[in-house]
Nanobody, 115 residues
Framework: EVMLVESGGGLVQPGGSLRLSCAASGFTFSSYAMSWVRQAPGKGLDWVSG???????TYTDSVKGRFTISRDNAKNTLYLQMNSLKPEDTAVYYC?????????WGQGTQVTVSS
């Protein structure tokens, strides 16, 4: 069974940092592109960042220079290092993989940026 499990969220003050993790299982993690997607309260899903199987990464403009996506293929784990957090980064963060044309999602991890 293909599974994604996110962790690392929490409450942080503006300007602070968090590192999210996504543990993957049930598929050959190293062969797949992965993404982070977030959903702010009362809003739709918003793509944040993606990383391909070769390690190449892309970001939405609002997080460029603040967030860094990475992967550890030996640990089957995806990461999102988030620095200089802003209140508008408050959301549930999900990792995602497209597996055999199906989108697979984790349960999400809540990030709240507030003083």
């Amino acid at each position: 069974e293909v599974m994604l499990v996110e962790s690392g969220g929490g409450l942080v003050q503006p300007g602070g940092s968090l590192r999210l993790s996504c543990a993957a299982s049930g598929f050959t993690f190293s062969s797949y592109a992965m993404s982070w997607v977030r959903q702010a309260p009362g809003k739709g899903l918003d793509w944040v960042s993606g990383i391909n199987s070769g390690g190449g990464s892309t970001y939405t403009d609002s997080v460029k220079g603040r967030f860094t996506i990475s992967r550890d293929n030996a640990k089957n784990t995806l990461y999102l290092q988030m620095n200089s957090l802003k209140p508008e980064d408050t959301a549930v963060y999900y990792c995602n993989v497209i597996y055999w044309d199906r989108g697979i999602w984790g349960q999400g991890t809540q990030v709240t940026v507030s003083s």
